[in-house]
């Protein structure tokens, strides 16, 4: 699985050379938590999942068990930050050791490259062996901790602050669309020169990029609002302005103290190994989400999985450099929900297996059945 640069463009690894077409998995982000989420694995594969059940909890010593908040706690519980950001990351990691365990899944041998939605990176980088699963679940912890501690003193100062989603009709008009708010944001509304100068609580940034239609903005409401009128009046747009369930602004310079927490624990050493937090190449290719390009080096890793807590999440344009570059064929989404397996498969418009690739999402034990079954069908498929 050593990874070499040709080059062009475009990156190999050993596992490419294989006959079978190129394949990425890809993993979560927040919001797709739900409680009992892991009861389908527990019954259906109790020797792998209860194990790795009891060391979550180990990790995360915590009353209640953090288990027992995803098993069978209320939601408002499993759906506060810092408890949704380790649950959904561990979920990702056991599907994917379920993979793995129970139906073979060689990872090195059949997949060439993982990513995952903001929260959704740590799984990915523990799948292509940068992280350890240890670690990231601390480190998840300690970042959904820092991130629900911003949003409380954010909205000491700032009253109402979260996400909103807007979603273009016109899928023409998506550049357009950012190129305006960039142009709002930056000039701070003529208060003054640049954003720079505002406060963070002042400032809206463009959260992610999630598809050629859709994007989410992060702040304050108030500042949103105001965005969105002036977008309206003079922009001459009118995308559908959708509130997120999540009274935090994520990807905004108010989470700037959840960066620094980010970047001081991958400056520590593994709990793991002892070595550094941080392995490099790993067995896969990383897809970043600050730059939609791959992580070059380790430093790499550690700056841009910091630099995620305020920067936008590239999603669209890291599936469109899979899907047009690097001429990926198979998307393995692992993990609850099925909101990435929506926005990739739209974006390389498939749906679960087509002639020679596929989009699945593994979010039970049957859909684990028809990926596996998936991928033996593409395997004798060969590069496009």
């Known amino acids: 699985g050593q990874l070499r640069w040709s080059s062009n463009s475009t990156v190999e690894t050993k596992a490419s050379s294989k006959k079978r077409p190129r394949t990425a998995i890809f ?15 527990l019954s259906t594969f109790p020797r792998t999942a209860q194990p790795f059940l009891d060391e979550l909890d180990a990790l995360l010593p915590m009353t209640p068990s953090l288990t027992s908040i995803i098993q069978s706690g209320s939601n408002a519980t499993l ?89 273009c009709e016109d899928e023409g008009r998506m550049k357009d669309l950012i190129r305006d708010i960039t142009e709002f944001v930056t000039a701070g509304q003529g208060k003054s020169d640049s954003a720079e100068d505002l406060a963070p609580v002042q400032q809206v940034l463009i959260a992610n990029v999630n598809s050629r239609n859709q994007i989410v903005l992060s702040g304050t409401i108030e500042r949103i609002r105001a965005l969105l009128t002036n977008l309206r009046q003079f922009g001459g747009h009118d995308p559908r302005a959708v509130r997120l369930k999540s009274d935090s602004p994520f990807h905004s310079p108010m989470m700037a103290p959840a960066e620094k927490s980010v970047r001081k624990l991958l400056s520590e050493k593994s709990c793991v190994t002892g070595g550094d937090m941080v392995a ?52 393995i989404g692992v993990g609850p929900g099925k909101v990435g397996r929506n926005l990739v498969g739209k974006e390389v418009g498939m749906k679960g297996a087509g002639k020679g690739g596929g989009v699945w999402g593994i979010t039970s034990p049957k859909e684990a059945e028809e990926c596996m079954r998936g991928l033996e069908q593409t395997e004798e498929a060969g590069e496009e």
């Open 79 to 167: 759906t506060a930050t810092a408890n949704s950001q380790p649950a959904i990351m561990a979920t990702s990691v056991l599907i994917l050791r379920i993979l793995q365990q129970e139906f073979g899944l060689d990872l090195p041998g059949r997949v060439d490259f993982t990513l995952g939605h903001s929260l959704g990176e740590f799984a990915a980088l523990v799948a292509g062996g940068y992280l350890a699963y240890a670690d990231a679940v601390k480190m998840v912890r300690a970042r959904g901790e820092a991130m629900a501690a911003c949003s409380v003193e954010a909205r000491k100062v700032a009253g109402d602050v979260g996400m909103v989603a807007l979603v």
């Open 280 to 331: 490099f190449p790993g067995d896969l290719i990383a897809i970043s989400n600050i730059t939609a390009q791959p992580f070059r080096s380790k430093a790499d890793v550690e700056d841009l999985l910091a630099r995620q807590c305020v920067e936008t999440v590239q999603w669209w344009e890291s599936v469109r450099y899979l899907d047009r570059e690097e001429k990926v064929r198979r998307w």
């Open 27 to 41: 993993f979560p982000g927040q919001g797709v938590q739900r409680v009992g989420m892991l009861q389908p694995w």
